[in-house]
């Protein structure tokens, strides 16, 4: 096999992680691989030099995107002329679709030839149906993490394969990172988010359930796992929360909150899909700016936005979304997961069975993936 470059780019931890898999897959299936683009401390260790911070893309909603137009605008065009400069076999994105299929469509355009995946397909079975066939204008190739994907995205025009979500396959905590975490119960797995517009309004959400939970378990210990980007903000806002929480970036304590928590409370996202891999009872809080959140329920196909509810077919977890997004909403949903532990158990099961538990690790399926998309344009 001769040498492959390939330009990524990431803008988000989740992206980071999806990123970093599917190099480590690509490292393996063919020696000679060289790495270009944007991402986070994951992808960077696995070879890649970012062009910029990846933190600088983590942004969402229409009105938090708006102060930083012009400086996005910039960067979306340095991140394509990057990508042109550097003539890679394809160019490969990874979610943050605001941001990457901009830069795919400056590239396609000077480039027509120029293989471009898009790795995580566009949720159209959940809004703005579309998207998928105005992606297919610019993007060749779709790695899919949900098996219900591929159809939508062949039906736009793309070709598509399902590759398994990576959850599946990233390592639990070993019996040594659990010990590290005993102490008194209930233990309390507090997720605010990973952009910081996210962590801002829910942070002060969090400190007041967690104030009608202490009031039952006095004891109740929190623990807060967060990324770097947010990390100081996190620290500033937990600050005043009536359980003062162990604010965690190493992964290894990461992977040892999940397996103890014995409940969570979490911001919408990819995070609902560890805590399943963990077993870990979970409520789903979100707030968003109000146009924002305006917006998105006028486009909204489904009426949940938990992935664990949507791969499972079920809506088992409780969801607190916008105006319900309240402390005395949410506290007696937390109560009861304490005196139920197991009441999500099959819903949470069954999804890491249809993500590809057991199976072939997705890294490892997407780089065999975009070769074969390589060999077959």
């Known amino acids: 096999m001769g040498a492959l470059k390939l330009f990524l780019i990431a803008g988000e931890p989740s992206g980071d992680r999806l990123g970093a898999a599917l190099m ?33 893309l983590s942004i969402m909603g229409i009105a938090e995107v708006l102060p930083k137009y012009l400086h996005l605008k910039r960067r979306i065009r340095e991140t394509a002329a990057s990508a042109l400069t550097a003539n890679p076999a394809a160019l490969i994105t990874i979610d943050s679709p605001d941001f990457c299929l901009r830069v795919a469509k400056i590239v396609k355009a000077a480039s027509p030839d120029l293989r471009t995946i898009h790795y995580v397909a566009p949720s159209v079975w959940a809004w703005r149906p579309g998207r998928a066939a105005k992606m297919a204008k610019v993007i060749d190739h779709v790695l899919a993490l949900l098996p219900f994907e591929p159809p939508l995205m062949t039906a736009a025009g793309m070709t598509c394969d399902f590759v398994g979500h990576p ?22 797995l507090a997720l605010p988010g990973s952009r910081r517009g996210e962590v801002t309004r829910l942070a002060p959400i969090i400190g007041e359930t967690l104030a009608l939970i202490k009031a039952k378990y006095p004891n109740a210990r ?156």
């Open 24 to 56: 480590a897959g690509l490292k393996t299936l063919h020696p000679d691989v060289a790495f270009q683009g944007i991402g986070g401390p994951l992808m960077q260790a696995e070879g890649l030099n970012s062009l910029f911070p990846m933190e600088e």
């Open 167 to 188: 959850v599946v396959s990233e390592p639990l905590a070993t019996p040594e990172e659990i010990a590290q975490l005993a102490g008194a119960s209930p233990l309390i």
């Open 222 to 377: 929190v623990v807060l796992p967060t990324v770097r980007g947010v990390a100081d903000l996190v620290a500033t806002l937990s600050a005043a929360w009536p359980i003062q929480p162990q604010i965690i970036t190493d992964r290894s304590l990461k992977r040892a909150a999940f397996a103890t928590a014995d409940v969570a409370i979490a911001a919408s996202g990819t995070v609902s899909l560890e805590l399943a891999a963990n077993n870990c009872p979970m409520v789903i809080a979100y707030d968003m700016h109000p146009v924002s959140l305006w917006l998105m329920r006028r486009a909204a196909l489904i009426d949940t936005v938990t992935l664990v509810n949507l791969v499972s077919d079920s809506r088992t977890i409780p969801e607190f979304i916008g105006e319900n997004c309240k402390p005395e909403r949410i506290a007696p949903a937390l109560l009861n997961l304490l005196e139920n532990p197991h009441s999500q158990d099959a819903a949470m099961n069954l999804t890491m069975q249809r993500l590809g538990k057991d199976g072939e690790p997705p890294g490892l399926r997407a780089a065999k993936s975009v070769l074969a998309a390589l060999r077959n344009p």
